[in-house]
């Protein structure tokens, strides 16, 4: 797979990618209504429409021609020298196959001037924590708020770039 800035014609196969995506890691988490609801708001077409014009930030998607494997949405903070990963989610049957590791080192090439990316990650979705781990995030916290407005718990990581 290929990495590549992320458009209009690839809204609905992402879309399609985090409800399967987030269903398969959510639904024995948070119950699978929750997961609908929370991906029927978050991962609509309008939200992810929103995402390719907003001003500092990076919509990739991680796609072989065929289908789209991977998606990460970053931009900076009200400090520019931070970075938030919003997003990074690969399809369940596109894991461990470096489509993350690959997906992450873009969005870090893509913002030189920051020195921080952060990410939230859901404490029990073992398989990311582990894999922000492998790639150099140190715990920084948590919050009660993941995303801002969900009311759900995160871990919050960073890890120094630039």
């Not at 796609?63 to 400090?79: H, N, P, V, Y």
């Not at 781990?133 to 120094?160: H, M, V, W, Y």
């Amino acid at each position: 797979m290929f990495v590549r800035t992320a458009g209009e014609r690839d809204l609905a196969a992402v879309r399609a990618l985090l409800v399967e995506t987030w269903h398969a890691t959510y639904d024995n988490i948070y119950g699978a209504a929750k997961v609908t609801e929370i991906t029927d708001e978050w991962h609509s077409i309008a939200s992810l429409k929103a995402r390719l014009t907003r001003p500092n930030s990076e919509f990739l998607v991680a796609d072989d021609g065929k289908r789209i494997g991977g998606m990460a949405f970053a931009a900076t903070t009200k400090d520019a020298k931070i970075v938030m990963l919003n997003q990074l989610y690969v399809h369940p049957a596109c894991q461990r196959q470096g489509i993350g590791q690959a997906l992450l080192e873009e969005v870090e090439a893509s913002f030189p001037e920051a020195r921080t990316l952060r990410a939230e990650v859901e404490e029990a979705n073992a398989p990311a924590v582990a894999f922000y781990r492998s790639q150099g995030f140190l715990p920084a916290g948590n919050t009660a708020d993941c995303g801002g407005g969900s009311g759900l718990p995160a871990l919050i990581f960073e890890k120094t770039i630039g």
